[in-house]
């Protein structure tokens, strides 16, 4: 079987499955081979070994059954940065990276700057800006152990480690005193609201926010925001499409007297909120 071939296969079985299904027979084969999705289509007559075949037919399957890409390849892209998943994770979404433009373009460019990254998951979002900003000083927190240790090993691939403090715990409450920025991309998805992939695969925790409505995290967190932001800061959240609303009215009660705004993200749905104090 060339890989052509078992391309062309690999995307018809996962037609079914899959939005993306060519997209993702190119990402698992090019995981197998340990090339890039453009080495394939220049390779296109090569043939695979039959065990090569028979594991990328494996993957093939397993993606059938639901299980994220980026799971069965251990990495995702995001903000240009190829980064490590486990699914002790939640899978980082294209959407999230208007969180991180929408922290980069607050001020962090002195050599005081501090960001901090409420519900690290992985460490996308702290990971991606304070690799743009060389002079700021981040924290992220995150209540799962296992997910902070992916964090870690995300600041230590990407060469951050040194300017980024991980800390196990809820919320806000292990910060140790205010910063200029805060960024939030909490779990938000209300009891039943979950796709069936992101309900049986990724992690509960990281998923349903807590309540009817799925913003008893964010409720929580934006009471405590307060005491955590400095002076002229900015929080930035990204919340449901739904509840852009909502939470930008839960953040004028928090902070009565900043400017609150709800920007779409990559998608044109209005999910970023943004408190400038």
Request: proline share 6%; with cysteine; charged share 20%.
């Amino acid at each position: 079987m060339t890989i052509a071939e078992a391309l062309g296969q690999g995307s018809k079985r996962l037609s079914f499955f899959s939005s993306t299904p060519r997209l993702d027979a190119e990402v698992l084969l090019a995981h197998l081979l340990q090339t890039g999705r453009a080495s394939l289509l220049a390779h296109a007559t090569d043939r695979l070994s039959e065990p090569q075949a028979v594991d990328f037919e494996l993957l093939v399957e397993r993606r059938t059954q639901g299980e994220p890409v980026a799971y069965l390849t251990g990495h995702k892209e995001f903000y240009g940065l190829d980064l490590y998943i486990t699914p002790d994770v939640l899978v980082p979404r294209p959407e999230t990276e208007s969180v991180v433009d929408a922290c980069l373009a607050a001020s962090l460019d002195g050599e005081s700057s501090q960001l901090a990254d409420i519900g690290t998951g992985s460490g996308a979002i702290v990971v991606a800006v304070t690799k743009n900003r060389p002079l700021l000083r981040a924290y992220g927190v995150e209540i799962s152990p296992q997910a902070l240790e992916v964090a870690r090993k995300n600041c230590e691939l990407h060469g951050v480690s040194d300017r980024i403090t991980l800390y196990l715990g809820h919320l806000l409450q292990p910060l140790p005193g205010k910063v200029d920025v805060i960024a939030a991309n909490l779990p938000y998805v209300s009891p039943g609201e979950a796709s069936p992939e992101v309900a049986t695969w990724e992690p509960k925790v990281a998923v349903f926010g807590g309540g009817e409505d799925g913003t008893a995290l964010i409720q929580e967190f934006l009471a405590a925001a307060p005491d955590y932001l400095l002076p002229g800061g900015t929080v930035v959240m990204e919340t449901a499409y739904s509840q852009g609303a909502l939470v930008s009215s839960l953040a004028r009660e928090a902070f009565p007297n900043a400017a609150v705004e709800v920007r779409k993200d990559l998608a044109g749905l209005n999910r970023i909120v943004v408190i400038k104090s």
